[in-house]
């Protein structure tokens, strides 16, 4: 099994910056990673995901503002969000595949609980 805990959610204000962390532990090895939000009353939606090889994927909407990365030796994966706008609050959950390709679908194997982010006007 595979554990995963995010951090780093928060509030700020339209043109800010947040910075998100997530944490994997177990039977973690090469595993695909990625991002995933949801907003209220929407569903869950593709942020960004990378691979063990630095290969990354992101969402059009994200697309230049947010930056995904990933540290194989500490089995962590970041999203660096910069220019926040209000449409992009949400609960955002770290997610992981059992394998290393990654994917803007399904299936994604793993999830965190999520960690909220509010951009405020």
């Known amino acids: 099994q595979v554990r995963l805990v995010e951090s780093g959610g928060g509030l700020v204000q339209a043109g800010g910056s947040l910075r998100l962390s997530c944490a994997a532990s177990?039977?973690?090895?090469?595993?695909?990673m990625g991002w995933f939000r949801q907003a209220p009353g929407k569903e869950r939606e593709f942020v960004a995901a990378?691979?063990?090889?630095?290969?990354?994927q992101y969402a059009n909407s994200v697309r230049g503002r947010f930056t995904i990365s990933r540290d194989n030796a500490r089995n962590t994966m970041d999203l660096q969000m910069n220019s926040l706008k209000p449409e992009d609050t949400a609960v955002y959950y770290c997610?992981?595949?059992?394998?290393?390709?990654?994917?803007?679908?399904?299936?994604?194997?793993?999830w965190g609980q999520g960690t909220q982010v509010t951009v405020s006007t």
């Open positions: 997610a992981a595949r059992k394998s290393p390709a990654i994917t803007t679908g399904n299936p994604w194997d793993y």
């Open positions: 177990g039977q973690f090895g090469n595993n695909g």
């Open positions: 990378i691979t063990w090889f630095n290969g990354k």
